[in-house]
């Protein structure tokens, strides 16, 4: 799968930032790449398009930043430029989900379907396609300069959503589906093979759990707001030349 966020981050204290981020990925799954007998069997599959906006705190665990002087003067000794940072963060937010299956060459949205019988008779209520969201993680910043940082960050993105893939409770008669939605959604709420006993309608479809998704970023920073607060001499800013960002 692939991605890409950007974001505004805001350092309020030395030790403390809040970020805005926005982020946009494709989640994929496929029972086709796993040897275990009964998921291999139950050959589901599915992409989204995740598109998701969260606000978040990070708190910076460790902090090298100063710099020397800008000029250098032949002769003199001066600080070597330090910029790094270890920080780990947590928030909330909010992502907007699409998931498709593969039938006939064309990729098909489910939620439309109702794959479980959602809305239907005995069934669970059809999901929204967004789902609020709680990101936590670690990342690393290396300076480049003073203008520009780069880094990696894991994210762990818990949601409280069970249908980003399209799966969360028990099979629903295929029968039924059929003459409600289509036989598309008959055969894509149960494409099950070798054993199909195993798959009857009221047998679990999916986990009972919350999904959530793991992502790991590149993040390229630049600093929009620099000062050299070294400079300043005030009370109220940070001393030792640090870098604000």
Sequence with gaps: SFGGMIGYRYRFKPHWATTTTFNM????GDDALTNEIIRNSRNLHFRTM?????????????????????YKISGKKFMRDRND???VFGG????YFNPKAQYNGEWVALRPLATEGQ???????????FT?????????RLGIDRMWRIGIEAS?????????????????DQTAIAQATGQTA????????????????GQQRGDKQKDAYFYLNVVVTRNITYKDYSKERKASQWRGGRYKF
Excluded: C, H
């Design 132 to 140: 609020a969201t709680m990101p936590f993680g670690i990342g690393a």
């Design 92 to 95: 909330l937010g909010i992502n």
């Design 85 to 87: 940072q270890i920080y």
């Design 25 to 28: 990925g494709m989640l994929k």
């Design 50 to 70: 995740i598109i998701e906006l969260a606000q978040r705190i990070e708190w910076i665990i460790v902090a090298r930043e100063q710099f020397g002087a800008r």
């Design 119 to 129: 809305g239907m008779e005995g069934a669970p209520k059809k999901a929204l396609p």
């Design 186 to 201: 008959a055969y894509l709420s149960n494409p099950s093979v070798n054993n199909t006993t195993w798959f009857v309608p």
């Design 156 to 172: 762990y993105i818990k949601t409280f959503s069970d249908y980003i893939d399209d799966v969360g409770q028990t099979y629903y």
